[in-house]
């Protein structure tokens, strides 16, 4: 959160008096115009609106950040006023990463004010660019549920007499589980257009039109694709009218 504070403390006075709700702050900083020597060496003296600035900045579970090299970020250019320290930045308090920051004065350029900055380090994130998935309605689907009614079938509870046992039971139906699903499932991309409505009639209709170009095929892609996404979507309206979910649940599928 950027902030800049008048003379007046117009931004501190509001923030102090209105009830902000903003959640997971990491970094409040900007140009606050107070001069206190907890933060400026070369001023004697402390503020009574600092100690609104820290109210408000326990209120994000913020704390001072201590800059790395202590100097000024305010240059005057008048004769007999000092150069000072107004421009803070306020860290998240317990992130170890988040401890300190940086005083550019060589890049304050036209500007009386220095920037100031930190590095946020970024966790190395993990996308998924495929998925294993058995087709709604497919013959792999059949296939699966027909291997999987039979591995049921086949087991012998009769022989659970002690813990080892029920183990291996258990063990053996997991093994056949996982062997069915990885012999009929289907190794498919995931993509900013994957859709869950998107069946077979749908990868028909537009390699039929990828191949030709003709406006009829075109049409009645178009014509597939708006049925299908009708049906799915009333079905699923459907089954969670029938299971009385939450009207929020309901508005969640309708705007998919």
């Known amino acids: 959160m950027n902030i800049y504070s008048d003379l007046s403390h117009s931004a501190l006075k509001y923030l102090k008096d209105t009830e902000v709700n903003i959640n997971n702050l990491l970094i409040m900083t900007g140009d606050f115009n107070i001069r206190d020597r907890f933060w400026d060496p ?15 900045a326990d209120l994000f579970n913020l704390e001072l950040s201590t800059p790395t090299n ?17 421009d803070l930045m306020f860290l998240c308090n317990g992130l170890s990463k988040l401890n300190s920051h940086i005083i550019h004065p060589n890049w304050q350029l036209i500007s009386d004010h220095t920037p100031l900055t930190i590095t946020i380090p970024i966790a190395e994130e993990f996308i998924q660019f495929s998925k294993l998935m058995i ?11 027909k291997v999987v009614i039979s591995i049921f079938k086949s087991l012998n509870t009769l022989s659970i007499t002690n813990c080892k046992s ?15 699903w990885f012999s009929n499932a289907k190794n498919v991309n ?9 069946n077979d009639d749908c990868n028909q209709s537009l390699s039929k039109y990828r191949e030709l170009r003709t406006l009829e ?6 014509h597939i694709v708006k049925s299908t ?4 979507f009333n079905t699923k309206i459907q089954e969670i009218t029938n299971k009385s979910r939450g009207p929020w649940e309901l508005m969640n599928w309708v705007n998919k």
């Open 217 to 222: 095929d075109w049409k009645s892609f178009k």
């Open 190 to 198: 995931i993509t900013k257009h994957s859709k869950k409505w998107w």
């Open 166 to 180: 029920l183990e291996q039971i258990v063990n053996s139906l997991a093994s056949g589980l996982e062997k069915a």
């Open 229 to 232: 996404k009708r049906m799915f």
């Open 70 to 86: 202590p100097v000024p970020t305010r240059y005057s250019d008048m004769a007999g006023e000092s150069n000072s320290v107004i």
């Open 135 to 145: 087709p709604k309605k497919s013959e792999e689907e059949e296939k699966f549920i």
């Open 42 to 56: 070369s001023f004697p003296h402390h503020s009574s609106i600092s100690d609104d600035l820290f109210i408000i």
